[in-house]
């Protein structure tokens, strides 16, 4: 299943001049992003296949010529024996003609979703044009939400990139923020495709792991009264509860540190759950990890026999 751009070229190192990931694997690596038909001929060459792209629409740069060459590496990413319509990241070469950058989202005839796969390369385009800052930071969140709330393809590209800011960005992750998330995929539960559901799950697991888990520990600790320290270890509670995964023994070791320099009887019990239940979760997955070693092993001892 195509998820635009911007889940492409994931080893690249994430750069300052880009908000997004769209912006730091796409845009940094290309001089032309357009929408239109490569051609079923394609000639192959000694590492790389040829083929004559009919440019419909230019989304990103500048380009005068509606028929051009273009050039890729992967004989399986177009379709052989057919016209492939679609977006396509395009690197002008000096010798001439064009490479292809990534993989194309393909938009063909009938495309149900192709105006939202076009409304989302845009959006992301203009926000790259916009000067580096806080205020471009917002704007890139803004349209996160955005996104995620239509559902469908521009959601299921906003979980991926979500899944790049907890990997890459955590200092960008706010308590409000990830909170607006969670608002945003709730009210269009409905409108997502399993694949975005799966993505946000892991992208909300690893914000929680980067950055919110952090905050509610610090609430805890210096909460301006005990109802906003119980509120916190009530947060730490559902997180877990939603992302176990994303807790730890250090966690569960600053729960109980916490625990002992409060005089609040009943944030210590909040916080003496969450140990407990971290550990309880810590013990399962070593349990399961457990049990595919050991079938792992049986499929060796019988696959030599």
Same mark, same amino acid.
């Given at each position: 299943?195509?998820?635009?751009?911007?889940?492409?070229?994931?080893?690249?190192?994430?750069?300052?001049?880009?908000?997004?990931?769209?912006?730091?694997?796409?845009?940094?690596?290309?001089?032309?992003?357009?929408?239109?038909?490569?051609?079923?001929?394609?000639?192959?060459?000694?590492?790389?296949?040829?083929?004559?792209?009919?440019?419909?629409? !230019?989304?990103?740069?500048?380009?005068?010529?509606?028929?051009?060459?273009? @050039?890729?590496?992967?004989?399986?990413?177009?379709?052989?024996?057919?016209? !492939?319509?679609?977006? @396509?990241?395009?690197?002008?070469?000096?010798?001439?003609?064009?490479?292809?950058?990534?993989?194309?989202?393909?938009?063909?005839?009938?495309?149900?979703?192709?105006?939202?796969?076009?409304?989302?390369?845009?959006? @992301?385009?203009?926000?790259?044009?916009?000067?580096?800052?806080?205020?471009?930071?917002?704007? @890139?969140?803004?349209?996160?939400?955005?996104?995620?709330?239509?559902?469908?393809?521009?959601?299921?590209?906003?979980?991926?990139?979500?899944?790049?800011?907890?990997?890459?960005?955590?200092?960008?992750?706010?308590?409000?923020?990830?909170?607006?998330?969670? /608002?945003?995929?709730?009210?269009?539960?409905?409108?997502?495709?399993?694949?975005?559901?799966?993505?946000?799950?892991?992208?909300?697991?690893?914000?929680?792991?980067?950055?919110?888990?952090?905050?509610?520990?610090?609430?805890?600790?210096?909460?301006?009264?005990?109802?906003?320290?119980?509120? /916190?270890?009530?947060?730490?509670?559902?997180?877990?509860?939603?992302?176990?995964?994303?807790?730890?023994?250090?966690?569960?070791?600053?729960?109980?540190?916490?625990?002992?320099?409060?005089?609040?009887?009943?944030?210590d019990e909040k916080l003496a759950?969450?140990?407990?239940? !971290?550990?309880?979760?810590?013990?399962?997955?070593?349990? /399961?990890?457990?049990?595919?070693?050991?079938?792992?092993r049986e499929r060796v001892k019988?696959?030599?026999?």
């Amino acid at each position: 299943m195509n998820r635009l751009l911007a889940i492409l070229l994931l080893a690249a190192p994430l750069a300052a001049a880009h908000e997004s990931n769209f912006g730091r694997v796409i845009l940094a690596n290309c001089d032309l992003v357009v929408q239109g038909v490569a051609s079923a001929t394609r000639v192959e060459m000694k590492a790389s296949v040829r083929v004559e792209l009919a440019v419909e629409s !230019v989304l990103y740069g500048e380009q005068k010529q509606t028929d051009i060459v273009v @050039f890729y590496n992967d004989p399986a990413l177009l379709k052989k024996g057919e016209a !492939v319509r679609g977006l @396509f990241a395009l690197k002008k070469l000096a010798e001439g003609g064009f490479n292809i950058v990534g993989k194309p989202v393909l938009t063909p005839a009938g495309d149900v979703e192709e105006a939202d796969k076009l409304r989302v390369a845009r959006d @992301f385009i203009s926000l790259e044009k916009e000067a580096e800052g806080e205020g471009r930071t917002t704007r @890139f969140w803004e349209l996160l939400i955005e996104h995620l709330k239509l559902g469908g393809y521009p959601a299921q590209n906003a979980a991926v990139e979500l899944m790049f800011v907890a990997r890459d960005r955590s200092a960008i992750i706010t308590e409000q923020r990830f909170d607006d998330v969670i /608002a945003a995929r709730d009210s269009a539960l409905n409108r997502l495709t399993t694949q975005a559901k799966d993505d946000l799950k892991l992208a909300c697991q690893g914000m929680v792991e980067a950055k919110v888990k952090s905050a509610k520990f610090k609430r805890v600790r210096r909460g301006d009264d005990k109802t906003e320290k119980r509120k /916190a270890a009530d947060d730490l509670l559902a997180l877990q509860k939603d992302y176990p995964r994303a807790f730890t023994e250090e966690d569960a070791k600053l729960a109980e540190a916490l625990a002992e320099g409060s005089d609040d009887a009943r944030l210590d019990e909040k916080l003496a759950e969450l140990a407990r239940l !971290v550990r309880a979760e810590i013990r399962i997955q070593e349990a /399961a990890e457990r049990d595919k070693e050991k079938e792992a092993r049986e499929r060796v001892k019988h696959a030599g026999k």
